[in-house]
Each structure stands twice: as structure tokens, then as C-alpha cells.
């Protein structure tokens, strides 16, 4: 990859690694671009051109040569780089000597518990070697299935890399799904390996597992061999299985070297947000990932190699659980050189007493330079009046971090402002917010950040290179400042291969191209402003229209969520079939305040004010809680669809919530409504 020498003292000024492909641009392409939209155009317009560069700028190695970039369409039945042969692992290990010479580690973990723990380069390519050979032994061949159930921890990602390094296909359900998700997942794959921990520490509480793990083995027939990651928390071992640690410390064969495999080898498995019927098994292949995490991850979010001179020492860390495509994300940090600095456990602390300044005491702990998280963390962080200058004073040094990355929903403009000025209270003005707008279904961003663009709260700053995203009408054409269906008209490699056991790609189609046959319709609301900004207003399956005028759920989010005494809110539009729109607006409210009509109406000013009078909902109701799946998204059409008559258990999945207890109350109040 072409970085600085990392025995060269640091350049006078950082130099964004956005700019530093442009110079590579120039000098070996002599390709010059007035401005980030000339360059965003030839990268959308040009594909074979972009991708090609972006190949042999990172320099991905292969034994053969690929005979063109692409070839085929229309969406989806293209075919990237055939002939090449790569292995993800390849371009992990290939960090190895240059980052253990300049002292740098590859991962660092904490937990709850404060079991701190720091994995140089050398044990990883040692461990994943081990791990490898251990999965050989045990039957496990190119295009097995290895699934896990594993929490946020190293062995995690040794596994994973393991896997990708004999050719097996991962997928990972984190421990703090039910059993009924997780099958609901696995027995879609068959796989032929179970890697399992036993027990986690969570939200304050030890929780044993060992008697998930025996359930899963018991429901998948097709598991033959199952490795338990052991831990304090469980109250039994699990029979039959070999022991994790056993296994990590048999000998190392140090030939071994990770398998040349097809380009579009199937890499991983991730799932949908599996809100309604079964959760939909994604592919992704090893060269497509690898392409498309390196452009979103070292060129628009600027996380370079920890070891080179331009990169300051990075440390990044993105809050997520296994559940969620951020953890994929995360790890690509590996892939990048860089250091990625893991948290296994919940944000808040003890779920008792919540303390959203946990996070922060452990990005000062291990000098992060790289913070991400999901919206919703960084709003019940201003919510809970966290004060980041005190915790400063108090020895926790928050210095270090020089980007603030988030994504999941959209974050609210008043709570961009509110972490910028705590960042500015630090001694860091200006500091640099990623929101990015992406998705697991092709597990990259569409929309992101870009060093040196201007900044607006509320807003992303582009489209990222390689996507030709749109907002397009209902009838397929363009719009300008104006709300439309987010779409991207030309495919990137990370796009799916296919959905696991979906003949015809029936699913796959109906899911991204029954509206635009050829295009890719992600489902959001999303507009483009003439400077090239980006806002998301949520579900385009969600949107509110009132009287023919469409709104994003967001925007309401946005109004409502600024009053202190709301802490989260819920919005859903019962306009069904012709029925004039039933406007339902459900809000919980702050500890110990009083839900009256002054609130109400203080409600419905803050909306008038901020939107328009025709979005004033026609009823508010205070509520304990907001669903939210495990990732933390607010589930607007499930709530929807129980509200206009459709059985719970068919409009949501439980075992992929984060707080399924609340839905009790929503179906009674469903039912109360409906016998009216």
C-alpha cells in the first residue's frame, strides 16, 4: 500500500489520505480534478477506470491477472475482476512486519469488567494460522459455513480471519440475541461449524450461555464440530466440544498462508434487520469487501495505518456489537494497518444506573483517535448532560480523537452542535463529524465524510467515490433539493452475490430492484443539495404524507427530541388504503416529569414551528419505551403494520429487538384502538 516510510519523522501538516490518492492520482495517472465532484463524477462514470485505481493504489496482490474490472449487467448480474484470486487475509497480514516494527499493536480490548487486553501483530498472524489448521482438521473446506456466537472480543476476530484463510464462510449472531433469532439465521446457511462462547458479562450482569449453545447445536443438524470460547459466566460446560484455548495453543505451522480464491469467493454472511419474516442471508464475496472497505474506510473516513508517519498513531473504534455490520467495520480496520480498539459490553454501564460517560473514559484510557457510534448514542449522551471538559479535568484525555464517527439513523443537527462544542471545550474546534449513511445489505457506505469538505450539522458531507447515488421521483428522474427514493444507478463490487438459498434471485431482486428494474433502491428518503451535501430522512417505507406532502419521520425526530423533556419519540402515519392520515405520535418522557396539555401543546408548537402545522400528530402518547432493534433503530413499519390490524408475530421479530418487553404495551394499545 502506498504509505509514508514510518521511519520518517512526521510531516509539518497531516495530509488527508483522501488527498494523498488524489497526489497518487497525479503523479502515476496524470489525472487532475477541479474539485471533489469532478472526481466523484469520473469515479461513477469511469467504473473500470476508479476501481482499477483503486487496486493499485492499495497494490491488492493476486497470482493471476484479472482480464477487465467488469463485465455483464444490468444490476445485479455483474462480475467484478474475473481471473484475479485474492484472500482478505492477505492484505490483513501483509501489516504484520511493518506495524510490529514501529511498536504498533492491532488490537486492543476492554470490557466491563476492565479486562484489558492488547494483541501485537505477530500473535495475530500466529493465532489465525493456529485457528486455521484447527478448522482444517475439523472438516472445515472452501464454502462451509463456520457460524459463530460470539461476543465483541479478539477471538472474534482471530476466528473470523481464520475462516476467510481456509476459504470457510463466516456469520456471526451476537450473544445478546435470543436463541430463536440466531436460528432463525443459522439454519438458513447450514453450517458446518459452531464457534461458541459460553457465557458474557453485560449491562452489569454475568450471563450464562452454555445452555444457548447446547439449543443452537440441537437445532442445526448440520453442525459436526463445535468450538466453545469458555469464560467465568457459565454456570455448566458445554459437552462435547473442543475447547478454545486448547485449540489457539496447538502448534503453529508457519507456512501456513491463507488460500488464493476467487474474487467473488463468498466471504461472509450477514443478515437483515430481520423486523419481519426471516432475516434475509446476505453475500458478500472476499474481493468485493475488501475493495470497498479500503475506499470507505481509509479514503473517506481518513483511518490510515497506524504504523506510517501520516497516520499519527491511529486508534480506532467504532462502538458495535457483533450483531451489527459496524463490527465487519470495525475489523476492516485490520485490513488498513490500522489499530482497532474494541469495547465488549453496554455503552451506559449497569442498565440500573445508566452512565453514558463510559465510552469516553475508555477512548481517553487507550487514546482513540477515531470514535464511532450509532446516533442514538451520541443523543442520550447529550440527553444525559454528560460533560466531556469535566471528565477531561478529572484525567480522562480526550485529546487524542480527532473524528467523531456515526451512523445507524440520522444524528439530529442539535446534537452535531451540542458534541462540537464539547470537543471545542477541549481544545479541538472543528472536530470532524463522519455521519455516514450505508447499510448491511452491501456492507459499505452509499454517503459519508470527506476531510476536507465544508461540515453542516445535520448533514452528510458527500456521496462517496465508486456510488452513483441519486434521489429520484417516483418516476425515475433526478432531483436537486428535493426529497426522493435513494437509489444508486451503477453497482459497486460490495454489492450482494446472492442470498444464501434464494434460487432465481427472487429475494434478492423483489428486495433492491422491483421498483427500478437495473437501478438499486435502498429504501430511504434522501436529498441532494446543490453544494453536494447529503441529508437521510429515514425509511422511505416510513415516510409520513399528510395532505400530499411527504415528510421523514426524522425531521419530526429533530423537532420533538429538542424539548428536555422528551427523551425519545416514535412516529407512524396510519394512512392506509385511501383512509385520510391518522397522525400517532408516542414519546417518553424525562424521569419524574408530569405528562399534561401544556406538554402537549409545547409538542405541537415545536413541530408547527420547525415543520408545518400539517404535521401536527393528531394524537401524542407517553410511552416507557421506543422499540428499537438490536442496532438501535427505531421501528417505525412494524409498529405501523401492528397498529393497522397485522398480528405481532407477523410484523416483528422479537429476538432481534433490544428491548422486545416493550412491545406488550403496543400490542394492547393496537387492540384497543382496533375495537373502537
Known amino acids: 500500500m502506498h504509505v509514508t516510510n514510518p521511519q520518517r519523522p512526521p510531516q509539518p501538516a497531516y495530509v488527508p489520505q483522501i488527498r494523498l490518492y488524489q497526489n497518487w492520482l497525479r503523479e502515476e495517472r496524470g489525472q487532475v480534478f477541479e474539485n471533489y465532484d469532478a472526481l466523484w463524477q469520473w469515479s461513477t462514470t469511469d467504473l473500470a477506470g476508479f476501481w482499477q485505481s483503486i487496486w493499485d493504489y492499495f497494490d491488492v496482490p493476486s497470482p493471476t491477472p484479472h482480464r477487465c474490472v467488469l463485465e455483464g449487467g444490468p444490476m445485479p448480474d455483474v462480475h467484478w475482476f474475473p481471473g484475479a484470486q485474492v484472500n482478505y487475509v492477505h492484505q490483513v497480514l501483509r501489516h504484520v512486519a511493518p506495524a510490529h516494527a514501529a511498536g504498533q499493536p492491532a488490537i486492543i480490548s ?46 472474534t476476530a482471530v476466528a473470523f480471519l481464520a475462516c476467510a484463510s481456509v476459504g470457510g464462510v463466516w456469520s456471526v449472531c451476537a450473544p445478546d440475541m435470543g436463541t430463536a433469532a440466531v436460528l432463525d439465521r443459522f439454519r438458513q446457511i447450514e453450517p458446518k461449524v459452531l464457534i461458541a462462547s459460553d457465557g458474557v458479562y453485560y449491562g452489569g450482569r454475568p450471563m450464562d450461555r452454555a445452555a444457548t449453545v447446547d439449543a443452537l447445536r440441537e437445532g442445526l443438524p448440520t453442525i459436526e464440530q463445535v468450538i466453545v470460547l469458555r469464560t467465568p459466566y457459565a454456570a455448566s460446560q458445554v459437552a462435547d466440544a473442543h475447547d478454545w484455548q486448547a485449540l489457539i495453543e496447538g502448534a503453529d505451522d508457519a507456512t501456513h498462508e491463507p488460500l488464493w480464491l476467487p474474487f467473488d469467493h463468498p466471504l461472509w454472511i450477514v443478515y437483515s434487520s430481520g423486523t419481519t419474516g426471516l432475516p434475509k442471508p446476505i453475500v458478500h464475496s472476499h474481493g468485493g469487501i475488501l475493495l470497498t472497505m479500503l475506499s470507505m474506510k481509509i479514503l473517506h473516513n481518513d483511518v490510515g495505518p497506524s504504523y506510517a508517519a501520516n497516520s499519527l498513531g491511529e486508534r480506532f473504534h467504532w462502538y458495535s456489537s457483533t ?3 459496524m463490527w465487519n467495520a470495525q ?17 451506559a454501564g449497569r442498565k440500573e444506573a445508566p452512565d453514558w460517560t463510559v465510552l469516553w473514559r475508555f477512548a481517553a484510557r487507550h487514546g482513540v483517535t477515531y470514535f464511532g457510534a450509532g446516533a442514538a448514542y451520541y443523543t442520550n449522551c447529550m440527553k444525559a448532560g454528560i460533560d466531556l471538559p469535566g471528565l477531561q479535568a478529572n484525567g480522562h484525555d480526550l485529546t487524542r480523537i480527532r473524528a467523531l464517527g456515526c451512523t445507524g439513523s440520522p444524528l439530529p443537527e442539535d446534537v452535531q452542535r451540542w458534541g462540537t462544542a464539547q470537543f471545542e471545550a477541549l481544545g479541538t474546534p472543528g472536530i470532524w463529524w463522519v455521519n455516514i449513511s450505508g447499510g448491511t445489505d452491501f456492507c459499505g457506505a452509499f454517503i459519508g465524510g470527506h476531510r476536507e469538505l465544508p461540515q453542516v450539522p445535520g448533514q452528510m458531507q458527500c456521496r462517496q467515490l465508486g456510488c452513483a447515488v441519486e434521489a429520484w421521483s417516483e418516476d425515475g428522474k433526478p432531483l436537486i433539493d428535493a426529497v426522493g427514493e435513494l437509489v444508486c444507478t451503477q453497482p459497486i463490487p460490495s454489492m450482494p452475490l446472492y442470498f444464501w438459498n434464494d434460487p432465481g434471485k427472487q429475494r434478492y431482486l423483489s428486495s433492491y430492484f422491483d421498483m427500478y428494474p437495473g437501478v438499486w433502491r ?52 396510519l394512512e392506509y388504503l385511501g383512509r385520510p392520515s391518522t397522525l400517532l405520535l408516542f414519546v417518553v418522557l424525562r424521569p419524574g416529569v408530569p405528562w399534561d396539555s401544556a406538554l402537549q401543546s409545547r409538542i405541537h408548537a415545536a413541530i408547527r414551528t420547525a415543520l408545518s402545522p400539517r404535521f401536527v400528530p393528531d394524537e401524542v402518547i407517553p410511552v416507557a419505551e421506543v422499540p428499537r432493534t438490536l442496532s438501535g433503530k427505531k421501528q417505525e413499519l412494524p409498529i405501523k403494520k401492528l397498529l393497522l390490524g397485522h398480528p405481532v408475530e407477523r410484523v416483528v421479530n422479537r429476538e432481534a429487538m433490544a428491548n422486545p418487553d416493550c412491545l406488550a404495551w403496543y400490542v394492547d394499545f393496537a387492540a384497543r384502538r382496533q375495537a373502537q
Do not use: F
Not at 475489523?331 to 455503552?347: E, H, M, Q, R
Not at 422511505?540 to 415528510?551: E, K, P, Q, V, Y
Not at 421523514?552 to 429533530?558: C, F, K, M, V
Open 522 to 573: 435502498h429504501g430511504d428518503w434522501l436529498k441532494i443539495g446543490r453544494d453536494g451535501g447529503c441529508v437521510i430522512y429515514g425509511r422511505s417505507d416510513a415516510t409520513i404524507n399528510r395532505h400530499g406532502l411527504r415528510m421523514g419521520t426524522s425531521e419530526i425526530y429533530a423537532a420533538v427530541e429538542t424539548l428536555p423533556d422528551i427523551l425519545d419519540s416514535l412516529v407512524v402515519d
Open 323 to 325: 450483531g451489527w455490520v
Open 110 to 155: 476492554d470490557d466491563e469488567t476492565g479486562r484489558v487486553r492488547t494483541m501485537d501483530w505477530p500473535t495475530l498472524r500466529q493465532q489465525v494460522a493456529t485457528m486455521a489448521q484447527a478448522l482444517k482438521r475439523l472438516g472445515v473446506e472452501p464454502g462451509d459455513r463456520v457460524a459463530a456466537y460470539l461476543p465483541n472480543v479478539p477471538e
Open 331 to 347: 475489523i476492516a480496520g485490520l485490513a488498513g494497518g490500522t489499530t482497532i480498539v474494541l469495547y465488549d459490553g453496554n455503552p
